[in-house]
């Protein structure tokens, strides 16, 4: 089993700034592949990055060259860097963990969720 706990979100205005955080319990072959989704009131949960062992990395097209995934193995922690935040980030943001591959965006084939941490971007 893989604990996943989310931290970082918050208010922030338009254009700004966030890091969110999310450290798991333990690197293992569970957590080869980690991604960041998010899921906003009404719509669809979508994958915004994902980032295997070998430190590929994938974005969805509408955080491309504002959001960075990255990882420290050390610490057992997965980031997401979100700059020049838009109010249509606005979203539940969830860590999650699965084997090595495939390390997609798809969120089904992710087993281990994190409890989430709420971004709000305002105009």
């Known amino acids: 089993q893989v604990q996943l706990v989310e931290s970082g979100g918050g208010s922030v205005q338009a254009g700004g700034s966030l890091r969110l955080s999310c450290a798991a319990s333990?690197?293992?072959?569970?957590?080869?592949?980690m991604g960041w989704f998010r899921q906003a009131p009404g719509k669809q949960r979508e994958g915004v990055a994902t980032?295997?062992?070998?430190?590929?990395?994938r974005y969805a097209d509408s955080v491309k060259g504002r959001f960075t995934i990255s990882k420290d193995n050390a610490k057992n922690t997965l980031y997401l860097q979100m700059n020049s935040l838009k109010p249509e980030d606005t979203a539940m943001y969830y860590c999650?963990?699965?084997?090595?591959?495939?390390?997609?965006?798809?969120?089904?084939?992710?087993?281990?969720w994190g409890q989430g941490t709420q971004v709000t971007v305002s105009s």
């Open positions: 980032i295997d062992n070998n430190s590929r990395t």
């Open positions: 333990r690197y293992t072959y569970s957590t080869y592949c």
């Open positions: 999650a963990a699965k084997g090595p591959y495939p390390c997609l965006l798809g969120w089904v084939s992710f087993g281990y």
